[in-house]
């Protein structure tokens, strides 16, 4: 045995040793950290500068309106509300709801955009641009729920939940109604045409459903809702041809006749009154 007085150390010390410079090192920036913290909560670092501090109402309105016409709708959203929360008086804060409604409207915000026509309509009754406020809450539900699909491929508002375009409809209405020479007037009575045919389809395209599980009672009830709810529009064609059909498979014969008379009498030219050509001997399917 050797008398040297120096000894190896374990084959695990050396590890310790790195584990316990690695604890050290995290310490460090854990202390670093909460200084910052503190130093910050004392208002030792700088605050980050708002850079419309100092902004009048007119300049506040003039940046949020430029970001709105870039289309930098986040910021501009955000300036907005700063605008109507400062300056909540004056012809610049009115401006600002119109275009925060129109801006969150852009930007997908459906609620948030209604929400500030609703404030404006409420608030200004009287401002001379309260009809665009009604325009603008048709059209946002209007476009509601179709997403990016919707506005390439225009996706058809029949495959769609009636509440949205009720309530488009709804708001439109009331547009055409209060301002019947507003500018945009004309644009709402063709949404609203289009609105009452799509709403006749759904219920058509419901009724459809029924007709084809075998609930024939629940296609009649919608196909008639189609019919009575939304008159002299081309969804009717399609419900008359299920409410036929419908009566045919319960056996109602007299009311089948008489769907298909009325069929043949407002829609002569109907595809649903061209008899199915026969099928070919051989074909199975």
Not at 247 to 260: A, I, N
């Amino acid at each position: 045995m050797s008398g040297s007085s120096s000894q190896v150390a374990p084959p695990f010390a050396e590890g310790l040793v790195a584990l316990a410079r690695a604890f050290a090192r995290a310490f460090s920036k854990t202390i670093a950290c909460l200084a910052l913290a503190a130093f910050a909560g004392c208002g030792l670092l700088p605050d980050i500068v708002d850079e419309t501090t100092n902004l009048n109402a007119e300049q506040l309105y003039k940046l949020a309106h430029e970001a709105l016409i870039d289309g930098n709708y986040t910021r501009s959203i955000k300036l907005f509300e700063t605008l109507e929360a400062r300056f909540p008086y004056g012809r610049h804060a009115q401006q600002a709801i119109l275009e925060l409604g129109y801006a969150n409207y852009r930007a997908g915000e459906t609620a948030a955009a209604i929400a500030a026509c609703d404030r404006f309509i409420r608030t200004f009754p009287n401002n001379p641009n309260v009809d665009y406020a009604y325009y603008l809450k048709g059209l946002v539900n209007f476009r509601e729920d179709q997403g990016l699909l919707g506005y390439v491929y225009e996706l058809d508002l029949a495959e769609r939940e009636p509440k949205g375009m009720k309530e488009s409809f709804a708001a439109f209405k009331e547009l055409v109604a209060k301002f019947p020479e507003s500018r945009y007037a004309q644009d709402a009575t063709d949404r609203m045409l289009y609105l009452t045919n799509a709403l006749g389809k759904y219920e058509v395209n419901v009724a459809r459903y029924y007709y084809n599980r075998g609930a024939y009672v629940a296609a009649i009830n919608r196909a008639q809702a189609a019919i009575v709810g939304y008159p002299q529009t081309q969804a009717n064609e399609a419900a008359l041809d299920v409410l036929a059909k419908s009566y045919d498979k319960l056996g109602l014969t007299q009311l089948r006749d008489d769907s298909l008379l009325v069929l043949k009498r407002t829609f002569p030219d109907s595809v649903y009154l061209a008899a199915a050509p026969p099928k070919p001997w051989w074909k199975f399917w």
